[in-house]
């Protein structure tokens, strides 16, 4: 039996408490409440787990988990069990003395999320105003000396904007910027013909990506999307194979979002351990490798590669996570993907619908409208 491999990484989900409202975020629609949390005593425990199990990093994470007044405590945890802390946030409420007690305790890098160069399209976009605190973030981490990055997730309203993103990177000192284009799943899904690009919006993107590149300046990444290169990109580089998520109740899942799907059962850090669930859980072992494979990705010569796909894609797609993602141009539903995109709206598919925001509670409760296509140029 060939030996389960060790993780190196760690999605630590603290909250799903926040204070932007974007309409793209993965968080499932219905967000754990504050009473569900793990406990201080639960996540320093999940992360001394995790530093025995071989995780090597963290990306603590929410929500915004500058909401939770332990957050100290919880760096500090995995900061003594060997783990490398990046702090993943959308900078509304950060301040000096925070940031200095989060260093302190052994912070080692931030993630800024940014949802346009733009402030107006920017707030728009989060739901709130927000950009004015993330310029103010940007620069404390700055002068705390701590490593920046800069996320952005990308999508119709902002693809024509990363010439200015890439400045506006390099402007608040950002050492990386990801641009990682929409992954369709929890409120992403339910925007997502609002959110689709166009494929002459992403020939640009992709164009000025390059472009910067030889140009020089912060590093930057490109996640290419899903929908339009007809390659599948390997699920969190496979499934059960190098990252784990811990969800704010202490679930704990392969990918972020694979709680959608039917059947795993997934397990608890209340109920067992970490290394009984990356070792001999169902929702560990339910994809992981190519045994449970249909053709064509059995007999496909990149299977070790791209392992069939994303199972949480292939599920929304088809209601079947164990058949080809029909992102890939092999699978027999990649008619689907071909759909969603030739019919996208403002493609010549009719209007852009509206926004449903991100919000507490049950299911989609906010919208409203989207900006229109001039809006969309930087």
């Known amino acids: 039996m060939t030996p389960v491999p060790r993780p190196w990484a760690l999605l630590a989900e603290l909250t799903h408490a926040c204070p932007l409202h974007c309409p793209y975020c993965s968080n499932p629609l219905e967000l754990a409440r504050k009473s569900a949390e793990l406990t201080t005593g639960e996540w320093r425990s999940a992360m001394r787990q995790a530093g025995a199990l071989g995780v090597a990093q963290t990306h603590l994470s929410g929500g915004e988990p500058l909401l939770r007044a332990d957050l100290e405590a919880i760096v500090d945890a995995a900061e003594s069990a060997g783990i490398y802390t990046q702090l993943v946030t959308s900078g509304v409420g950060l301040t000096a003395g925070r940031l200095a007690a989060l260093k302190a305790a052994g912070l080692r890098s931030v993630q800024l999320s940014v949802q346009h160069a733009d402030a107006a399209a920017s707030d728009r976009i989060g739901g709130r105003k927000s950009f004015a605190d993330k310029e103010r973030a940007a620069a404390l981490v700055r002068d705390a000396g701590l490593p920046l990055g800069l996320n952005v997730v990308l999508h119709r309203a902002n693809l024509d904007a990363v010439d200015a993103l890439v400045d506006l990177a390099a402007a608040w000192g950002a050492d990386r910027i990801e641009l990682a284009n929409t992954q369709f799943y929890g409120w992403a899904l339910t925007n997502r013909a609002a959110l689709l690009p166009t494929r002459d919006q992403l020939d640009r993107a992709r164009e000025t990506v390059e472009r910067r590149r030889r140009e020089g300046g912060p590093e930057l990444v490109w996640v290419v999307p899903d929908y339009f290169g007809g390659e599948p990109k390997p699920c969190m580089g496979g499934w059960g194979a190098r990252s784990l998520t811990v969800a704010p109740d202490g679930t704990v899942l392969p990918c972020p979002v694979a709680a959608t799907l039917p059947g795993l059962d997934p397990p608890s850090l209340r109920d067992h351990s970490l290394e009984w669930i990356w070792d001999r859980s169902t929702a560990f072992n339910a994809y992981r490798g190519t045994d449970w494979m249909r053709d064509p990705c059995r007999t ?79």
């Open 300 to 378: 496909c010569a990149r299977r070790d590669e791209d392992f069939g796909g994303c199972r949480c894609q292939a599920y929304a797609l088809t209601g079947d996570a164990a058949r080809t993602d029909p992102a890939c141009a092999l699978s027999p539903d990649h008619r689907l993907v071909r759909a969603l995109v030739d019919d996208a709206p403002g493609g010549g598919a009719g209007p852009v619908p509206e926004y449903v925001y991100r919000a507490p509670g049950a299911g989609p409760a906010r919208s409203a409208s989207s900006p229109s296509d001039a809006d969309h140029r930087a």
